[in-house]
C-alpha cells in the first residue's frame, strides 16, 4: 500500500514542469518544509555581499573584483589618454602649419573670415598654394614628404567647378544658365622643376571664368611621422594628410572664402627600427592589458552566473506562487530578480574586453583605431564607476540618492517627453524665422544649443544683442520669441521638473523613516525570521535541497 503522506495526484500533459513538481508533493509537512526552504532561499539572494559571507561563509569575489577594476580600468584609461593625446596634438598643429604653409597672409584666428574679393588675389592664393607644394622639402621644418604610389609620388590637382553655360548680366536684369556642374582639372606633378621661378598663369595656361564659377579646389596628399612617441616609449605612427583648399565662390556674392580641410589617417609603419628599450615597455603595457582583459573576463562569467541564477529563481518563485496562492505574480516582483547592476557590469566588462583587445592592437601597430578604442574604454570605464553605486547601495545613507533616482524616473520620462513637444516647437520657429537675421540660429543644430544655453542662465545678453535690427518686424518677433521662451522654461518647466525630483526625494525619505509599502515578494521573504549567522543558511547548499525536480524523478514515490 502507499503511503499516503507521499502519495501524489499525476500530472497532466498541460501542466508546466515545475507546477508539476510541486503536484507531487501533497503532503502538508513537505508543503511547509518546501514554502521554508524557498523563503530561506529567496532572503539569501537578496542578501548583501557581508550578509552573504555571514550566512555560508561566502567571500565577496564579486565586490572584490570590481574594486581591483576600478583601479585597473582607470589606470589602463589614463595611459591610453595620455597617448591619445599626442596623436591629437600632432593632428591639430599640422593642421595649423599647413594653414600657414600654403594659404598666403594666414593669421592664426582668422578660419571665418580669410576670404579673397578680386579676381588678382584668387590667383594669388592659387598659385602661391602651387608654389609652396613645389617647394614643401626646402621650406618645410616638419618631416613632411610627398606621397608615393609605386615610385612615382601623386601629383597635386588643381579643379575648377563652374556651370556648363551661363550668360549673366545684372545690369539688365536678364541671365540665360545652365545649371550643370562642370569639372575642369589640372595635374601638377611635384617633380616640376621651377627655374629659380614662381609658378603663375603663363606657365600652366590656367584662366577662371569667374561669373561661372562655383569653385576651385587644389587637393594633394602629404606623409609624416609621429616622432614625439618615442620619447614616451611608445613605437611611432605614421600619417597620411590628404589636404583639400577649398575656393567658394557658390554665393556669388563678391566675397570667395576659403579654407583649408585636413584628413587624416593613421597608419602602421612599413619598416622601422626604434633602439634601447622602448620594446620592453610596450609588452610591460600588453601584459598588463592582459591582465585588465582576464580580471573582466572573470568579472563577465561570475556576473552572468549571478543573472541566470536569479531567472532560475524568479522561475521557481512565480511556479511556487500560481500553485500554492493561486496568484500570479506582478511584473515589477519579477523583475526585482534581474540585477539591473549585474548587467550593467556585464556590459561594461564586454566592452572593456573589446577596447583592450584593440589598445594591444594599436600598441603592437596592428590597428589605428583610435577613435574606436577611446569611445570603448570611455564608455566601459564610465559605467564601472557606476557600478561601484550598487555595493554603496547597502548603507541607507548612501542609498536615498539610489532609491530616489530609480523613482523618479518614470515620471521624468514622461515629463520630458512632454517638454521635449514644446522645445522642439520653439527649435523650428526659431530656425525659420530667426536664421537669416541671426548668427545663433542659422542651423537647428546651433537654435538647440543656443536654446538650451537660455534654459541655464548662459549667453542671455548676447542673444539678445546679436539680432540684427534690418526688419522691425523681425526684431519684435524676437523679443516675444525669447522672453517667452525664457520665462516658459526657466520659471515654469525647470522649476516643476526640479519639483517633481524634489518630491521623490521627501516621498523617499519619509519611507525610509516610515517602511516602504512592501511587495508580494517582501512580505513573503520577511516572513522568514533567520538572522544571516544563525547558521540555518550553510545547511542549504544550492546543490542539495532545489525546488524544481522533474516528473521522471518524482515518479518513483508514486
Known amino acids: 500500500m502507499e503511503n499516503p503522506e507521499v502519495a501524489v495526484s499525476s500530472c497532466s500533459a498541460h501542466d508546466d514542469e515545475n507546477v508539476c513538481s510541486y503536484k507531487r508533493h501533497s503532503s502538508v509537512s513537505q508543503e511547509a518544509l518546501l514554502e521554508d526552504q524557498l523563503r530561506r532561499k529567496l532572503k539569501f539572494f537578496f542578501m548583501n555581499p557581508c550578509e552573504k559571507f555571514w550566512a555560508r ?8 573584483i570590481q574594486l581591483l577594476k576600478i583601479v585597473m580600468v582607470t589606470v589602463q584609461l589614463v595611459v591610453f589618454g595620455l597617448s591619445n593625446q599626442m596623436v591629437v596634438a600632432f593632428k591639430e598643429e599640422n593642421t595649423v602649419a599647413f594653414k600657414h604653409l600654403f594659404l598666403k597672409g594666414y593669421m592664426d584666428r582668422m578660419d571665418d573670415t580669410y576670404a579673397v574679393y578680386t579676381q588678382t588675389d584668387v590667383y594669388d592664393q592659387i598659385f ?19 606621397e608615393k604610389r609605386g615610385a612615382e609620388e601623386t601629383p597635386l590637382a588643381v579643379c575648377q567647378q563652374f556651370y556648363k553655360r551661363g550668360i549673366i548680366c545684372p545690369g539688365n536684369d536678364t541671365f540665360d544658365i545652365d545649371p550643370e556642374i562642370v569639372t ?7 617633380t616640376t622643376s621651377l627655374h629659380n621661378a614662381t609658378m603663375g598663369k603663363h606657365n600652366l595656361n590656367f584662366t577662371l571664368d569667374f561669373p561661372r564659377l562655383v569653385a576651385v579646389q587644389l587637393m594633394f596628399n602629404l606623409k609624416a611621422i609621429n616622432l614625439q612617441t618615442v620619447r614616451h616609449h611608445e613605437l611611432p605612427d605614421c600619417y597620411d594628410f590628404t589636404l583639400r583648399i577649398v ?9 570667395i572664402k576659403i579654407s583649408l580641410d585636413n584628413d587624416i589617417a593613421i597608419r602602421e609603419c612599413k619598416d622601422w627600427h626604434v633602439s634601447g628599450s622602448i620594446q620592453k615597455n610596450t609588452h610591460y603595457m600588453m601584459i598588463f592589458d592582459a591582465f585588465v582583459i582576464l580580471t573582466c573576463l572573470t568579472s563577465l562569467i561570475l556576473c552572468t552566473r549571478s543573472v541566470i541564477k536569479g531567472i532560475w529563481l524568479q522561475r521557481e518563485f512565480v511556479s511556487f506562487f500560481l500553485y500554492y496562492y493561486k496568484k500570479e505574480v506582478s511584473f515589477s516582483d519579477q523583475m526585482e530578480f534581474v540585477n539591473g547592476w549585474y548587467i550593467l557590469i556585464i556590459v561594461s566588462d564586454v566592452l572593456t574586453i573589446v577596447g583592450s583587445t584593440l589598445k594591444m592592437e594599436i600598441q603592437a601597430k596592428s590597428l589605428t583605431s583610435y577613435d574606436v578604442c577611446s569611445i570603448l574604454l570611455g564608455i566601459s570605464t564610465m559605467l564601472v564607476w557606476l557600478g561601484v553605486i550598487r555595493y554603496l547601495g547597502f548603507f541607507q545613507k548612501y542609498n536615498l540618492l539610489i532609491l530616489t533616482l530609480r523613482a523618479a524616473l518614470p515620471n521624468v520620462m514622461r515629463f520630458c517627453c512632454c517638454a521635449a513637444m514644446i522645445y522642439l516647437g520653439y527649435c523650428f520657429c526659431g530656425w525659420i524665422v530667426l ?3 541671426h548668427v545663433k540660429f542659422r542651423t537647428l543644430n546651433m ?21 540684427q535690427q534690418k526688419s522691425y518686424l523681425v526684431w519684435l518677433f524676437s523679443r516675444i520669441y525669447l522672453y ?3 520665462s516658459l522654461f526657466i520659471y515654469m518647466v525647470l522649476s516643476l521638473f526640479i519639483a517633481l525630483i524634489t518630491d521623490t526625494y521627501e516621498t523617499v525619505k519619509h519611507y525610509q523613516q516610515d517602511g516602504f509599502p512592501e511587495t508580494e515578494l517582501q512580505k513573503f521573504i520577511s516572513q522568514c525570521k533567520d538572522s544571516p549567522n544563525s547558521g540555518k543558511y550553510r545547511l542549504e547548499e544550492e546543490s542539495s535541497a532545489s525546488l524544481f525536480c522533474c516528473c521522471n524523478g518524482c515518479s518513483g514515490h508514486i
Open 57 to 64: 561563509g561566502r567571500k565577496p569575489w564579486k565586490l572584490g
Open 128 to 146: 602661391f598654394a602651387i608654389n609652396q607644394y613645389l617647394q614643401l622639402p626646402n621650406i618645410s621644418v616638419g618631416n613632411h614628404a610627398y
Open 184 to 190: 575642369d582639372c589640372l595635374y601638377i606633378e611635384p
Open 247 to 255: 575656393f567658394d565662390n557658390k554665393a556669388h556674392s563678391g566675397r
Open 435 to 437: 536664421g537669416p537675421y
Open 447 to 467: 537654435v538647440s544649443e543656443c536654446l538650451f544655453s537660455l534654459i541655464n542662465g548662459d549667453d542671455m545678453f548676447a542673444t539678445f544683442a546679436q539680432m
Open 484 to 486: 517667452s521662451f525664457i
